[in-house]
């Protein structure tokens, strides 16, 4: 018979076992994406959000308390759309530097590690302002599609590209 049992190291303790149980949670339950949508007021006259998020349902709070606190960024809010909490972080500086090196280093293990990297491509041409010129823009637009394939945009690519000035 197998020992279920957790081992004596396991918990909050030990950064090495929560940095692996944050990477399983987000495999099964986080969301890596980039938003792209209308801003009049920019030169291209669109707006990249970068975002990762985990939802969970509010009964089980702890855990995105322990992923806020991990990252040390981030908040955690209601969803209404499903009726949970979600842990989201859009800043820029907080994912570079906060969220995306601990995927680095605890990388997920499905097919959803292609997002993560792909939003990594897309915080560094962030950083050297690409999405500020309209050939950029198109490009992350691009990268942005092929990210959670299951997923819906609110603006397609060829409008997106229709309109990028």
């Known amino acids: ?12 303790d ?11 949670y987000f495999d ?11 801003r009049p007021k920019l030169r291209v006259g669109w707006e990249v959000r970068p975002s990762i998020s985990v939802s969970q ?3 089980r709070a702890e855990v995105l308390e322990l992923v806020a606190d991990y990252f040390g960024c981030g908040s955690i809010r ?3 759309g499903d009726n949970t909490l ?21 990388p ?21 302002k690409h999405h500020l010129r309209g050939a950029g823009l198109l490009v992350i637009t691009e990268i942005a599609n092929t ?4 997923g819906s945009r609110r603006y397609s690519v060829t409008e997106i590209k229709a309109s990028v000035r």
């Open 14 to 24: 030990n950064r090495t076992d929560v940095a692996s149980y944050i990477s399983g």
């Open 108 to 128: 997920l293990i499905s097919g959803k590690q292609n997002d993560v990297d792909l939003l990594a491509t897309v915080c560094r041409m962030m950083i050297d």
């Open 57 to 59: 349902k509010s009964d």
């Open 86 to 106: 979600k842990w989201e972080t859009r800043r820029l500086d907080d994912i570079v530097r906060r969220v995306l090196p601990h995927f680095e280093l605890y």
């Open 147 to 150: 990210m959670n394939p299951s």
């Open 28 to 38: 099964g339950e986080g969301c890596f994406s980039v938003a792209i949508g209308p």
């Open 78 to 80: 209601p969803d209404p």
């Open 1 to 12: 018979m197998t020992n279920l049992r957790a081992p004596q190291n396991a918990g909050p």
